[in-house]
Nanobody, 125 residues
Framework: QVQLVESGGGLVQAGGSLRLSCAAS????????MGWFRQAPGKEREFVAA????????YYADFPKGRFTISRDNAKKTVYLQMNSLKPEDTAVYYC??????????????????WGQGTQVTVSS
């Protein structure tokens, strides 16, 4: 099992920045990738970004490109999501997720086996 704990959410004005953190613990040696998803009220959970552990490669959905950056601290087993130029439509609960399977694309939430509890991000206009 892998445990994931997110932090860093909060309330910010449009144009502002937040950095989310996701600390992993437990059986992390099998982790293939970690990602961030978000879910706004009444909407489906959507992919934001993912980080492939072995190659240090980052993958993004179209909407956050140029605004969000995913990164990691390998020693701390922590993944970060730096969010800049935030917009009101970025308001959502942000979830950290981890997967052991190398098969399939990064966008599919069903391929992630472990999830954090979520952290609320609210962007005011």
């Amino acid at each position: 099992q892998v445990q994931l704990v997110e932090s860093g959410g909060g309330l910010v004005q449009a144009g502002g920045s937040l950095r989310l953190s996701c600390a992993a613990s437990g059986r992390t040696f099998s982790t293939f990738a970690m990602g961030w998803f978000r879910q706004a009220p009444g909407k489906e959970r959507e992919f934001v970004a993912a980080f492939r552990w072995s190659t240090a490669s980052a993958y993004y959905a179209d909407f956050p490109k140029g605004r969000f950056t995913i990164s990691r601290d390998n020693a701390k087993k922590t993944v970060y999501l730096q969010m800049n130029s935030l917009k009101p439509e970025d308001t959502a609960v942000y979830y950290c997720a981890a997967r052991n399977s190398p098969s399939g694309d990064y966008y599919n939430p069903t391929l992630y086996s472990f999830w954090g509890q979520g952290t609320q991000v609210t962007v005011s206009s």
